[in-house]
């Protein structure tokens, strides 16, 4: 079957650093994407990996294992402006279809 | 250089009746896929597009349908609505990759509907 598990919610104050983990089953896999989406607003690209490793822009870095089926977001440097919903979301087939998952939500206080 | 644009951006219908949503591509993307976001909820996969015809689709009943325009811009059609239609639709869009090897999907702030 098909399955994608992510943390429903993260809190944590301005300046910490949060690991978002994700675990996916899926029919096919190219990659796997990260969304950004705050209230009422449209998911923006974070990030994409097709290879194992990690990948670093600025404050935001993801993970991919393909062997575990895993990856994760790592949110440094936390700003109040980083409240938001985070998405993994796995490239299932070479047309660039998304697969996505509840998302987790993250919280950061003052 | 305008991103992914949709219209209307909220639409209030009854049951039965039926709605058109219309996306226009960020410039010099040629697929466009529809997406389903209901509350609390991540997006869902309708179907995309690509050079004017579905080429797949996502486990929607066939009340959806979609069309694409040779400038790439598409249209989401929903007939009979139902309750359970109230949703977030997004449109994103994207460079068909022919290497296959990125593909980042970039979207628009989607039409909410809601069915009464």
């Known amino acids: 079957g098909q399955s994608l598990e992510q943390p429903s919610e993260v809190t944590a104050v301005e300046g910490a650093i949060v690991q978002i983990n994700c675990t996916y089953q899926t029919s096919g896999f190219y990659g796997l994407s990260w969304y950004q989406q705050h209230d009422g607003g449209a998911p923006t690209f974070l990030s994409y990996?097709?290879?194992?490793g990690l990948e670093e822009t600025g404050r935001f870095s993801s993970f991919l294992s393909r062997s575990d089926s895993y990856g994760y977001l790592l949110l440094q440097e936390l700003q109040m402006k980083d409240s938001a919903s985070y998405f993994c979301?796995?490239?299932?087939?070479?047309?660039?279809?998304?697969?996505f998952g509840a998302g987790t939500q993250v919280v950061v206080t003052p | 250089d305008a991103g992914v644009t949709q219209s209307p951006t909220h639409l209030i219908k009854t049951r039965g009746q039926q709605v058109t949503l219309r996306c226009s591509p960020k410039s010099g993307h040629d697929t466009v896929s529809w997406y389903q976001q209901a509350l609390g909820q991540g997006p869902q996969f309708i179907f995309q597009?690509?050079?004017?015809?579905?080429?797949q689709r996502g486990n929607f009943p066939d009340r959806f349908s979609g069309h694409q325009f040779p400038n790439y811009s598409s249209e989401l059609n929903v007939n009979a609505l139902l309750l359970g239609d109230s949703a977030l639709y997004l449109c994103?869009?994207?460079?068909?990759?022919?290497?296959?090897?990125?593909?980042?999907?970039?979207f628009g702030p989607g039409t909410r509907l809601t069915v009464l």
């Open positions: 994103a869009s994207s460079l068909e990759d022919r290497w296959k090897s990125y593909n980042e999907q970039f």
């Open positions: 990996n097709a290879l194992d």
């Open positions: 979301a796995p490239r299932v087939d070479s047309w660039g279809k998304l697969q």
């Open positions: 597009y690509y050079e004017e015809e579905e080429r």
